[in-house]
């Protein structure tokens, strides 16, 4: 569910670059500047990040009985595996 917020770009972008709408290449040049598609991207990651958290906390906190604190540093951990194991197969 987290990776909602991510979808909003990433489907928008690939929507309207496979009709012909934008082209791809100056949009990712403006999302290296400071535009407001940039500020919206980082929102939504902003928003993908936390939410994650949250949820691996929420599930090691109801799965596994840990405490809130212990939960949420291990959420932590486990978006840097998730994150990293994403990163080796998706690019």
Do not use: C
Not at 2 to 8: E, N
Not at 28 to 42: D, I, K, V
């Amino acid at each position: 569910m987290a990776t909602w917020a991510s979808l909003i770009h990433d489907l928008t972008d690939a929507v309207l670059d496979s009709l012909g709408i934008i082209d791809m290449k100056a949009n990712e040049a403006a999302l290296n500047g400071p535009t407001f598609w940039r500020g919206l991207l980082w929102t939504l990651y902003s928003i993908y990040f936390i939410w994650l958290v949250v949820l691996f906390a929420k599930g090691l906190r109801a799965g596994h009985g840990v405490s809130r604190a212990k939960s949420i540093v291990m959420g932590m951990i486990a978006l840097v595996v998730y994150q990293g194991v994403f990163l080796v197969f998706n690019r």
